[in-house]
């Protein structure tokens, strides 16, 4: 088993930035991709981004790219969500998720672990 733990969401205006974090613990040896996923409220749950635990490579929504960076500190069993130039539409609760393949997908349900997720609001 895996646990997910986020951290680092909040409130910021339009054009700020924030720093999710995420922690694993249990059978970190086995995680092949972590992933941040966002739902905002009556919305699905969306693919954000991906990162190969060993590898490194790393997969963007379009919505995203360019303005969010993925990266990972296996030392820490630590993976971050850099995000910056937010804007009103990114709000939502973010979670992090992992498993135990190593190809990036997009597909929130190929992913067994998941986080409990941590708010992020972002003022207009």
């Known amino acids: 088993q895996v646990q997910l733990l986020e951290s680092g969401g909040g409130l910021v205006q339009a054009g700020g930035s924030l720093r999710l974090s995420c922690v694993a613990s249990?059978?970190?040896?086995?995680?092949?991709?972590m992933g941040w996923f966002r739902q905002a409220p009556r919305k699905e749950r969306e693919f954000v981004a991906a990162?190969?635990?060993?590898?490194?490579?790393?997969y963007y929504a379009d919505s995203v790219k360019g303005r969010f960076t993925i990266s990972r500190d296996n030392a820490k069993n630590t993976m971050y969500l850099q995000m910056n130039s937010l804007k009103p539409e990114d709000t939502a609760v973010y979670y992090c998720?992992?498993?135990?393949?190593?190809?990036?997908?997009?597909?929130?349900?190929?992913?067994?672990?998941w986080g409990q997720g941590t708010q992020v609001t972002v003022s207009s």
């Open positions: 998720a992992a498993r135990l393949g190593t190809i990036l997908i997009m597909n929130k349900n190929n992913y067994a672990y």
């Open positions: 249990g059978r970190t040896s086995s995680i092949g991709t």
């Open positions: 990162i190969g635990w060993n590898g490194g490579s790393t």
